[in-house]
T-cell receptor, first 115, second 116 residues
Framework: KQEVTQIPAALSVPEGENLVLNCSFTDSAIYNLQWFRQDPGKGLTSLLLIQSSQREQTSGRLNASLDKSSGRSTLYIAASQPGDSATYLCAVRPHSGAGSYQLTFGKGTKLSVIP | GAGVSQSPSNKVTEKGKDVELRCDPISGHTALYWYRQSLGQGLEFLIYFQGNSAPDKSGLPSDRFSAERTGGSVSTLTIQRTQQEDSAVYLC??????????????FGPGTRLTVT
């Protein structure tokens, strides 16, 4: 059974710092990996989706990397801003088999960017 | 364009009552998913609809939970005889292919259910 772990569970940084959020998964047979952001009381916003054949994806100040063989992904946020404060979730989709459309989520990293 | 919408945004119900949660997916999305997010837990898959195919109900925690999708669009998740452990945020997502055969999922704001 796929397990997704996110470390740390919470992170507090001063504004302007660059930071890295970590995600690890136990089964490397994934189709893709997706990073989401969740604001309090709101749904999930997709940030980046990396296909299993890709090594990284970039969007603005965000860069996500994927090392499928080692079961790891990182989300790099450059020049953090208070508006980046949210919970960041990592989710993987299995490559094949029954339920291959189901995402398995980590429990998230709660980020606080202090002005 | 319009995203995934869910109603109600909040629902407080007494133990033992039935509740219905509604999801309006993005127009044209053929895939629809329900997830549950309990306090301190990750998102848990509940059920998946794809077009006219039989839904995958493998994630439903008990037979008190059921869901339907009418006309390939709106979906309703029903919880009968609610229990306190059903308290959670219920999230709906709809999907469209994103590169190859991969479905990217777009999430709604969720319904926060509290069973007293």
């Amino acid at each position: 059974k796929q397990e997704v772990t996110q470390i740390p569970a919470a992170l507090s940084v001063p504004e302007g710092e660059n930071l890295v959020l970590n995600c690890s998964f136990t089964d490397s047979a994934i189709y893709n990996l997706q990073w989401f952001r969740q604001d309090p009381g709101k749904g999930l916003t997709s940030l980046l989706l990396i296909q299993s054949s890709q090594r990284e994806q970039t969007s603005g100040r965000l860069n996500a990397s994927l090392d499928k063989s080692s079961g790891r992904s990182t989300l790099y946020i450059a020049a953090s801003q208070p508006g980046d404060s949210a919970t960041y979730l990592c989710a993987v989709r299995p490559h094949s088999g029954a339920g291959s459309y189901q995402l398995t989520f980590g429990k998230g990293t709660k980020l606080s960017v202090i002005p | 364009g319009a995203g995934v919408s869910q109603s109600p945004s909040n629902k407080v119900t007494e133990k033992g009552k039935d509740v219905e949660l509604r999801c309006d997916p993005i127009s044209g999305h053929t895939a629809l998913y329900w997830y549950r997010q309990s306090l301190g837990q990750g998102l848990e898959f509940l059920i998946y609809f794809q077009g006219n195919s039989a839904p995958d109900k493998s994630g439903l925690p008990s037979d008190r939970f059921s869901a339907e999708r009418t006309g390939g669009s709106v979906s309703t998740l029903t919880i009968q005889r609610t229990q306190q452990e059903d308290s959670a945020v219920y999230l709906c997502a709809s999907g469209i292919r994103a590169g190859g055969s991969s479905y990217e999922q777009y999430f709604g704001p969720g319904t926060r259910l509290t069973v007293t």
